[in-house]
């Protein structure tokens, strides 16, 4: 019998987990459930005779996939799928898929939030500002991206964005694109980062383009922390006193914010972008849904790494 693992250290919410169990016993598949797990080898053993894997922020290295000698399928139940080695996963024959845009609205809504509790002075009880009427600039157009832009056109602000693979999309939908990352943060009161942390978008926030922000800037961060170059934001958030920077990921440099920069900067202690309910189950049934149609029709719409 196929079985599907689900290992998740940050579990999905127990509705998720009973509707994509219920996917993949129709299926006739068995399902393992491994959650909150703090030992690899726990990991490496329940892997060892699985033909699917579904995780979520769970590292699949190189002895993992080692480690499952069975394996045929790992999918990521979300967007960004740096955790896994893909590369390897293709050497071995192991198809890698994603599950784009199941998660898109909880993490802009976040973002949106975040805008609103940096403006608002981190609700210290001073006057702070309003959003209608700022421009905010993105920096990618993804699906969470698509999602900010819906939001914060409905709160009344002016949105910019700059892309390099989504300019038709972006210009059809009303968006005015920039020709540059540099020409994005110097009209932005407010940046939202949505870009993978790989290629080109890696360190893309860097000296370069925030020396080029308006003052009383917000820079908000849901994407990943390796598309920041942190010296550089430390030494902006250090020249720049009127900056604030707020993220669902804690920086490798979060010693020297708290240090030297308190009352400008938020980080969620884990990431939570993904954290609701709504996402849990959309991206978790979706991952059961794409492992039952590529085992079963070979379907691999969303395999990230065929090349």
């Not at 784009?100 to 006057?127: M, W």
């Amino acid at each position: 019998m196929t079985k599907v693992l689900i290992a998740t250290e940050k579990p999905f919410a127990p509705a998720a987990v009973a509707q994509i169990s219920e996917v993949c016993q129709q299926a006739g598949y068995q399902v393992q459930l491994l959650e909150k797990y703090t030992d690899e080898q726990a990991l490496l053993d329940a892997v060892s005779d699985a033909q699917a894997l579904i995780v979520r922020s769970d590292k699949v290295d190189q002895q993992v996939l080692d480690a499952a000698s069975e394996l045929k399928i790992v999918v990521r139940a979300g967007a960004g799928y740096d955790n896994v080695d893909t590369a390897y996963a293709k050497e071995k024959g192991i198809c890698v898929m994603n599950t784009p845009g199941q998660n898109s609205n909880a993490v802009a809504e976040l973002a949106i939030g975040l805008a609103i509790y940096g403006i608002r002075n981190f609700f210290d009880g001073t006057s702070g500002g309003e959003l209608r009427g700022r421009t905010l600039g993105l920096h990618g157009y993804g699906y969470v991206a698509r999602n900010v832009h819906r939001i914060a056109r409905g709160l009344g602000m002016n949105v910019k964005v700059f892309t390099r693979y989504s300019k038709a999309q972006a210009s059809s939908e009303g968006l005015e694109v920039t020709s540059s990352l540099e020409e994005l943060y110097a009209a932005s009161d407010i940046v939202s980062i949505h870009v993978p942390a790989r290629g080109e978008h890696l360190k893309s926030v860097s000296k370069e383009v925030l020396q080029h922000l308006k003052e009383n800037a917000l820079i908000i961060n849901t994407a990943r922390k390796e598309v920041v170059n942190e010296e550089d934001l430390c030494a902006f958030m250090a020249s720049r006193k009127d900056a604030k920077y707020l993220s669902d990921i804690t920086p490798d440099c979060a010693d020297k914010f708290k240090a030297e920069f308190e009352g400008r900067y938020f980080f969620s202690p884990k990431k939570i972008g993904a954290q609701t309910a709504e996402a849990n189950l959309n991206a978790g049934v979706a991952a059961a849904e794409q492992i039952v149609a590529y085992l079963e029709n070979g379907d691999n719409t969303f395999q990230v790494n065929k090349n």
